[in-house]
Nanobody
């Protein structure tokens, strides 16, 4: 069974940091573009940061450029999202995603995702 499981969410103060992890089971991530999406209450799910397979090129939403980074560890079958300088507007449920045969930009922008994680809540508040 193909599964993605996120961890690392929680409550953090503005300006703080969190690292999210997403572990895959039932398949290997080597040939998949991977991404992190988020959905705040009343808003559409948006692509935050995505990373291609192969060359590891990335695509980031303007709202997180310079603050968030994505990385992948194919040996551990895991993708990470490092979030720094967090703002209240970053509060959302964060989902990891995997899709084969696509690029980081296409994954984040078109959101055609066959595999989703269950989501982890990130709350930025003082």
């Amino acid at each position: 069974q193909l599964q993605l499981v996120e961890s690392g969410g929680g409550l953090v103060q503005p300006g703080g940091s969190l690292r999210l992890s997403c572990a895959a089971s039932g398949f290997t991530l080597d040939d998949y573009a991977l991404g992190w999406f988020r959905q705040a209450p009343g808003k559409e799910r948006e692509g935050v940061l995505c990373i291609s397979s192969g060359d590891g090129s990335t695509y980031a939403a303007d709202s997180v450029k310079g603050r968030f980074t994505i990385s992948r560890d194919n040996a551990r079958n895991t993708v990470y999202l490092q979030m720094n300088s967090l703002k209240p507007e970053d509060t959302a449920v964060y989902y990891c995603a995997a899709s084969p045969f696509t690029t980081a930009e296409r994954l984040c922008v078109f959101k055609r995702v066959p595999y989703w994680g269950q989501g982890t809540q990130v709350t930025v508040s003082s």
